[in-house]
C-alpha cells in the first residue's frame, strides 16, 4: 500500500496542495484533475523535488519524505517526466542501463529484459538518436522499470500518443505489475485510458481531493464531472 497523508504545499500565498489524502492499494491507480490542479506538484513532493509544510508519504513502513531524492531512486522510486529523458548519443539499452548505476539491478540482462517488455528488445544496441516519438516514450518506461522499483510514477504518459499508440501504451501499463511487483500511479488527461488502467483513480481540483476510488464511480461522480469534465454539478 502507498499512503499519502495530510500533505500541503504553500508556494509563497498560493496553497498548491491542501491536506491531500489517499491510500493506494491497486497494481495501477490514477491522479487526474484539470490543469493548476495539483498533480504534478503531488508527484514532486513524492519524488522529493518539493518539500511540503506538512503531510507524510509512506510505503512499506519508509517514510519517503525522510529520503533524499536519490535515496528514493535506491530505495525503488522510479518516475517519468512529460519530455522523455533519453540521451540520444548513447544506445537504447545503454539509455536503461544508466538507471542501475544508482539500482540494485543484473546489468544488460536485466535491461534487455526490459526492452523486450516495451517492445524495444531489436532495438537495443542502436542509437537512441534513431527513435520515433513513441519509442522514445517505450524507452523511458523501460528505464522505470529496471532495478527492482516499488513505486513507479507516469506523468502524462500518453500525451500526444494517437489510438493505436494509446492501446499499446495501456497494454504495457497493466503489465508493469506482474513483471516486477511495483505499484503503478498515472497522471493523464486520456480519461479513457485512466478509466482502462486505472483500479482506482484520486481527483484533484485546487490543490484539494474531490473524489478518490474505483475509476468508474469517480468518473460518474457530478462534482468530477463539473471539474475535470466540463459538465455541470448536479
Not at 503531488?42 to 507524510?56: C, Q, W
Not at 519509442?135 to 529496471?146: N, T
Not at 495501456?170 to 497522471?187: P, S
Amino acid at each position: 500500500m502507498f499512503d499519502v497523508s495530510d500533505v500541503t504545499v504553500r508556494f509563497g500565498g498560493v496553497v498548491a496542495l491542501d491536506s491531500v489524502s489517499a491510500q493506494f492499494t491497486a497494481p495501477v491507480s490514477g491522479i487526474i484533475g484539470p490543469n493548476g490542479a495539483g498533480k504534478t506538484t503531488l508527484m514532486n513532493v513524492i519524488s522529493g523535488f518539493v518539500r511540503p509544510v506538512a503531510g507524510r508519504v509512506a510505503m512499506e513502513g519508509q517514510d519517503l519524505l525522510r529520503l533524499a531524492p536519490h535515496r528514493r531512486a535506491r530505495w525503488g522510486l522510479r518516475r517519468s517526466f512529460q519530455k522523455e529523458e533519453i540521451a540520444e548519443d548513447l544506445t537504447v539499452c545503454d539509455n536503461v542501463l544508466v538507471q542501475l548505476d544508482h539500482a540494485r539491478g543484473q546489468g544488460r540482462p536485466e535491461a534487455l529484459r526490459m526492452l523486450d517488455l516495451v517492445g524495444l528488445a531489436g532495438r537495443a544496441d542502436e542509437s537512441a538518436a534513431r527513435l520515433n516519438t513513441f519509442e522514445r516514450r517505450l524507452a523511458d518506461i523501460a528505464k522505470c522499470l529496471v532495478g527492482q522499483p516499488k513505486l513507479i510514477m507516469f506523468d502524462e504518459p500518453g500525451g500526444g500518443l494517437p489510438m493505436e499508440e494509446t492501446a499499446l501504451l495501456g497494454d504495457l501499463l497493466l503489465a508493469i505489475h506482474a513483471e516486477t511487483g511495483a505499484q503503478v500511479l498515472v497522471i493523464d488527461h486520456d480519461v479513457e485510458l485512466i478509466r482502462r488502467v486505472c483500479t482506482d483513480t484520486l481527483v484533484l481540483d485546487f490543490g484539494r481531493r474531490i473524489a478518490f476510488g474505483p475509476t468508474d464511480a469517480v468518473l460518474s461522480d457530478p462534482k468530477v464531472k463539473a471539474a475535470y469534465l466540463g459538465t455541470e454539478e448536479v
